[in-house]
C-alpha cells in the first residue's frame, strides 16, 4: 500500500504522533511524507529515519499558520499527483480538520479515533476502539484514497535509519481556503518532559482536593524523570493547564509507567490512559472504577502515600 | 444575521449503549436525547442572535423521531428546525451525513453555521471541516470565545500548544468547544412555544443529494467486526496500612520500572 503521511510540525520539530503514525504506514507499504509550510525543507529529512521513502514538501506562505483549509487543498493535489492509497493522520486538533476537509473534497472514506492499522489480504484495516473502549471494532474502506485519523500518541515511532528524497511541489489553493487567518498565537510554558514524550506519567485528578496538591504529584514526577497530567474535571476546574489534559478531549498517552493520584477512572479519562504499560492507581474510594482497570491499586489516601513515596524514589535514585 | 446550528440526536446519556451485532453499528433505538455539546452550540447562536438579531434555526439529519430531540433546542429559543429524513440515508458515513447537512445548509444560506464539539455517541467528531469543504466556506474549529462583528467571526481555541486566535469573513462554519458557555435552561414559555414552531423535514432529494451519495451506498467507510479489548493480566490490591509508599516502591523495583 502506498500511503501519505501527514507529519505535523512545531516550532522545528516533527510531532511524534505523526511520527507514530509513519512508522506504521511505513511497515504496511511505501509511505510517503508529507511536510507543509515555511521550515518544512529542513525538516523533512529527518522522516527518513521513521522509514519514509520520499517527503514531499511545500513552504507556500499560504501554509505558515496552523489551519486546515489550506492543507486540504495541497493534500488533494497530492493524492491526484501520487495516486497515494492511503492518506493517514496522527490526531490533532489541525490534523482532524484536515482529514475531514480532504475526505469531503476526495469523497474518500475517513475512519477516525483509530488505535492501530494493518493489513488484512493487502487492504487496510484500521481497529477502533468503541463504547468506552469496550469493545474493538474493526474498520475498513470501500474505495481509495483511504483517510485516517489514529488517536493521538496510539502508534510510537520507531527509528529505522533510512533516508527519504525531498520533493518541492506547488499547492494551488481554493479562493475560500485561504479566508480564515491566525490573529495571534500565544504559546503555552511547559518544564520538563510533554505528556506525549514521558515514560512515565503522573496523574491527578479531582481527588486532590486542590490545585496546590498538583506540586506533590510534580516532586514524584520530577523524581521519576517524568511528566504530570491532569483529567478533565481538574483542567476544566483550572487547576492544571489543557496541554497536560489525558483522554478523550485531551491527550492519549501510553507511558510505561501511568500513576493515577485521585482519579476515579471515567471512562473519558481511561481511553486516553488504558494503553500504558503499568497503571498504578491510588484512590481513597476502594469502589472507584479506576481500580477495574489498573495493575496495582491502592487504596489510601495519596497525600500521605505520595510524599513518601517521592522520598523512596529519591534515595534510590541518589543511591544509583 | 440568520444563523444554522447542526444539531444531532443521539442516545440518551440512561441508556446503556451497544452495537447491534448485526448490523454492527450504534443500537439507536432505545430513548434519545439532544447530544450535550450541541447545546453549547444552540446557546453560542441564540447570544449572536440576542446581540445582533436575525434567525436561528435547526438543521439536522436523522429518523423522524428525532424530532424530538430538536424541540429541545426549539425550547431554548431557535426558531424554527430542519430535519433531512430518509430511509435511504440510514448508514450514512461521515461522507453521506455532510452531504445531506450540506445540501440543507445550501438552502438557508446562513451568514453563520455553528455545530457543538463532538457528539457523544462518537461520530461526527470532524463533522464541520467536511461540511464546511462541501460548502466552500471558512471553518474555525474548537472555539472557546467568540466574537461577531464587522462581517467576520473572530474565535480563540485551545491547541496541543497554547492558544490560536482565528478570524473568518462571514459566511463560515464554526465549531464550538464546550468551555464556551453554559447553555441555558428552557423556560416553561419556551417549552410551550416551541409546539408551534415550524419543523419542516427534507427528502434527501429536496436537499439536493443522489440516494447513493448518502446512507449505506455513499460511504466511504465499513465496519468489518467487533472484538473484546485485550484484557490486562492480574491485579495488585494494597490496602494502605502506612506502608504502602514502600509497597509501590517495591514492586516498581521488581518490574525494572525505576
Known sequence: MRSLVFLEHHEGELQKGSLGVLSKAASLGEAMGVVLGPGGKELAPRAGAFGATGVY?????????????????????????????????????????????????????????????????????????????????????????????????????????????????QATFSDFSTLAELVEQTQEESTGPSI????????????????????????????????????????????????????????????????????????????????????????????????????????????????????????????? | MKIAVCVKQVPDATVTKRIDPQTKRLDRSGESALNPTDLNAVEEALRVKEAQGGEVVLVSMGPEKAVDALRKALAMGADRAVLVTDEAAAGSDLLGTARALAGALERE???????????????????????????????????????????????????????????????????????????????????????????????????????????EAGAGTTVLGLGPPPSRGDQVRIEDDGSAAQKIFDLLVERRLL
Request: hydrophobic share 45%.
Open chain 2, 109 to 215: 444560506a446562513a451568514d453563520l453555521v455553528f455545530f457543538g464539539q463532538a457528539s457523544s455517541d462518537g461520530d461526527g467528531a470532524v463533522l464541520w471541516a467536511a461540511v464546511a469543504d462541501l460548502l466552500r466556506r471558512p471553518v474555525v474549529s474548537q472555539v472557546a470565545s467568540l466574537t461577531v462583528e464587522g462581517g467576520s467571526v473572530t474565535g480563540k481555541r485551545q491547541t496541543e500548544h497554547g492558544y490560536d486566535v482565528i478570524r473568518a469573513p462571514l459566511p463560515a462554519v464554526v465549531a464550538v468547544s464546550d468551555a464556551i458557555n453554559e447553555p441555558r435552561y428552557p423556560s416553561l414559555k419556551g417549552i410551550m412555544a416551541a409546539k408551534s414552531k415550524p419543523q419542516e423535514t427534507l427528502s434527501l432529494a429536496d436537499a439536493g443529494v443522489q440516494p447513493d451519495a448518502a446512507g
Open chain 1, 196 to 320: 506525549e514524550d514521558a515514560d512515565v506519567i503522573v496523574a491527578g485528578g479531582r481527588g486532590l482536593g486542590s490545585p496546590e496538591a498538583f506540586s506533590l504529584l510534580e516532586e514524584l514526577a520530577a523524581a521519576l524523570g517524568g511528566a504530570v497530567a491532569a483529567t478533565r474535571a481538574v483542567v476544566d476546574a483550572g487547576w492544571y493547564p489543557y496541554a497536560t489534559q489525558v483522554g478523550q478531549t485531551g491527550k492519549t498517552v501510553s507511558p510505561r509507567l501511568y500513576i493515577a493520584c485521585g482519579i476515579s477512572g471515567a471512562i473519558q479519562h481511561k481511553v486516553g490512559m488504558q494503553g500504558s504499560g503499568t497503571i498504578v492507581a491510588i484512590n481513597k474510594d476502594a469502589n472507584a472504577p479506576i481500580f477495574d482497570f489498573c495493575d496495582v491499586g491502592v487504596v489510601g489516601d495519596l497525600h500521605q502515600i505520595v510524599p513518601k513515596l517521592t522520598e523512596l524514589v529519591r534515595a534510590h535514585r541518589g543511591g544509583q
Open chain 1, 57 to 169: 514538501v511545500s513552504e507556500q506562505a499560504e501554509l505558515a499558520a496552523p489551519l486546515p483549509q489550506p492543507r486540504v487543498d495541497a493534500l488533494a493535489s497530492l493524492v491526484e499527483q501520487t495516486g497515494a492509497e492511503a492518506v493517514l493522520f496522527g490526531a490533532s486538533v489541525l490534523a482532524a480538520d484536515v482529514a475531514a476537509g480532504l475526505a469531503a473534497r476526495l469523497g474518500a472514506g475517513l475512519n477516525w479515533d483509530l488505535a492501530d492499522l494493518s493489513l488484512a489480504d493487502g487492504e487496510l484495516v484500521g481497529t477502533r476502539p468503541a463504547l468506552g473502549d469496550t469493545v474493538l471494532v474493526d474498520v475498513g474502506w470501500k474505495g481509495s484514497p483511504r483517510v485516517a485519523l489514529v488517536r493521538s500518541g496510539a502508534l510510537d515511532p520507531v527509528e529505522s535509519g533510512g533516508s527519504a528524497e525531498v520533493r518541492d511541489f
